[in-house]
């Protein structure tokens, strides 16, 4: 979908997203020392104004002006800097501590292209946390999209991971990657979760 489909989309609904954050962005950034943060594809914000409630100092990028419009009205908004800009391009003016980047579902090349987006925008030392719908989803999950084109399993967003930091010279390490269960009112859900660290 393009941006201007992402905009109908969002216009449509009042909230299309939860108020509160994703429960694997939760649970991997929750220990983490508040610093400076990327959500990329951030849509409404509901991951960046969690982030900025403990403290961290985010930018929420998203393609959509109509989801940024509408997350940037929301309570808490103002400690967060808004941003409508392509994820496959944009880079931040400096690097930050910890990039989030939740369901951005998208082909190859432009995944590949998002992925060097978000490690390039890693500082040395910083934590990337990227959760997508999984491919096996289709199958024997519930809600998403439904075209494998654009659903990526743990294993090959590592690897798109590790290969955009050979592209960019950086030293990924990849902490976890693994498919992981997302209970919901339709059902379980199927994601895939990879967290890693850029060394250098
Ligand atoms: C399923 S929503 C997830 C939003 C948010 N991360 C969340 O978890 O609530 C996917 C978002 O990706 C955005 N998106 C898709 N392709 C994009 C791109 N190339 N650049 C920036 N945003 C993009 C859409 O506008 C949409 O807001």
Redesign the pocket.
Known sequence: ???AA??TK?AAAEL???VGP?RF?AEECAPLTPGTAV?????????ALWLASLGWRVTA????GV?IARGSALPGADAVTWVV????T?RPPSRVDLV???????PTP?LAA?VDTAVDALAPGGTLVW?AHDRSNVEHGVGGPRDPAVLPTATELAAELSAAGRRLGAEVEVRRAERVERPTDGGTALDCLVVAGRLS
């Open positions: 979908m393009d941006a992402w905009d969002y299309l997203w939860s994703n962005v959500d990329l594809a951030a849509g409404e914000g509901r991951n990028v998203d393609f959509s989801a800009d392509d994820a496959t944009w989030v980047a939740a369901y951005l579902q998208l432009d998002a959760v």
